[in-house]
């Protein structure tokens, strides 16, 4: 498949977590999170390698702007596997899912937001502090920037 019909995949993939919650379904959610991410992470190196040759631009809409999608449904992949995680009272696992979310998005607030709430929760405030720090200079930078307090783009 090319990329951005990968990156279509994951989002309808993602819809369906979404049902799957709605319908307390929570098996269904993990499976279509962890399908949608497959994709994705299926995706991103094919995406990377559009934009390196060509610029970021190709036919329609361009690959910068499937990049921007793949960015907020993976950490939304990430979101949905931490919740599940630890509303199944595995937090030490719901850490892992966000602390990889860091490890992906460094520069995304949200993904600090989502592992500092999870290190709270489980009471390891030096490691919150940290985050906190991180989140912070974050954004400091993004105000520098001139993106203000939340950014830009959306998070669903």
Not at 50 to 76: D, M
Not at 86 to 98: H, I, K, L, R, T
Not at 124 to 148: P, R, W, Y
Request: hydrophobic share 40%.
């Amino acid at each position: 498949l090319k990329p951005k019909a990968m990156v279509n995949l994951a989002l309808i993939y993602h819809n369906k977590v979404g049902a799957a919650f709605q319908k307390q379904d929570i098996e269904s959610a993990r499976a279509a999170t962890i399908q949608a991410a497959s994709y994705l992470d299926s995706a991103k190196p094919l995406l990377d390698a559009v934009v390196s040759n060509s610029g970021g631009t190709g036919s329609g809409v361009s690959v910068s702007e499937y990049l921007e999608k793949y960015k907020l449904l993976r950490l939304a992949c990430h979101r949905n596997l931490g919740q599940i995680y630890a509303g199944a009272g595995n937090m030490a696992q719901c850490e892992q899912e966000f602390r990889q979310a860091t490890t992906f998005f460094p520069n995304e607030i949200k993904a600090w937001q989502m592992l500092g709430r999870v290190l709270e929760l489980q009471g390891k405030s030096s490691e919150m502090q940290t985050v906190i720090s991180k989140i912070q200079e974050l954004q400091q930078q993004q105000a520098a920037a001139g993106m203000g307090m939340f950014g830009s783009g959306t998070f669903q």
